[in-house]
């Protein structure tokens, strides 16, 4: 139990429904981070939110959409997905230094796997 | 940028000594972090290195040499519950993660 919880850890979705991937953590950071997994692949950053602002957005496609109503809540919205859209989804949060530099370690949830048919 | 690479898969018997190794090419470089994470699971942390040398902790030990953008993990002392994939990844000034492909530790009785 490493402190950041994901709902849900299983969905399989259409190529037409939308759907939202929920991450909370309970450490009291300041720093969130959305991760795509593919299967042999690094780890890809897709998101970072640092005090509820999106820092960075690595040219995620659209059909991607972030949310961060608070500083312990992190959403990821889903519409319109392909089928290579299929991985395991992983949330992640840290504690940012002073002046947006961040040392600390990432503590990551257990991962939303999602299929795309 | 980063890239970081690391071996794809290791075999190794119970008991025995496994070491993984990790090279990176950065900008800016900071630091190297070791996570484990097992099928299915979320990764955790396992270690962090920002000065050249060995950090030990019990059974696993990471090393960093800045000069040659290299770092290796030790795993001594094999058990099962070891058989897991190990990211490695590098971090920059601002707390940028860079991570590698991860290396699947295979552990055989």
């Known amino acids: 139990e490493t402190g950041v919880t994901q709902t849900p850890r299983h969905l399989v979705m259409g190529m037409t429904n939308k759907k939202s991937l929920k991450c909370e953590q309970h450490?009291?950071?300041?720093?969130m981070y959305w991760y795509k997994q593919s299967a042999k692949k690094p780890l890809e950053l897709m998101f970072v939110?640092?005090?509820?602002?999106?820092?960075e957005n690595n040219s995620v496609p659209s059909r991607f959409s972030p949310e961060c109503p608070n500083s312990s809540h992190l959403f990821l919205h889903l519409h319109t997905l392909q089928p290579e859209d299929s991985a395991l989804y992983l949330c992640?949060?840290?504690?940012?230094?002073?002046?947006?530099?961040?040392?600390?370690?990432?503590?990551f949830g257990p991962g939303t796997r999602l299929t795309v048919l | 940028g980063q890239n970081i690479d690391q071996p794809t898969e290791m075999t190794a018997t119970e008991g025995a000594i496994v070491q993984i190794n990790c090279t990176y090419q950065?900008?800016?470089?900071?630091?190297l972090f070791w996570y484990q994470q097992h099928a299915g699971e979320a990764p955790t942390f396992l270690s962090y290195?920002?000065?050249?040398g060995l950090e030990e902790k019990g059974r696993f030990s990471s090393f960093l040499s800045r000069s040659k953008g290299y770092s290796y993990l030790l795993l001594k002392e094999l058990q099962m519950k070891d058989s897991a994939s190990y990211l490695c990844a590098g971090t920059d000034s601002w707390g940028k993660f860079q991570f590698g492909a991860g290396t699947q530790v295979v552990v055989t009785p």
């Open positions: 992640a949060s840290s504690q940012q230094g002073a002046s947006g530099r961040a040392y600390n370690e990432q503590f």
């Open positions: 950065t900008s800016g470089f900071n630091g």
């Open positions: 450490l009291g950071h300041n720093a």
């Open positions: 939110y640092s005090l509820e602002e999106r820092v």
């Open positions: 290195n920002v000065l050249d």
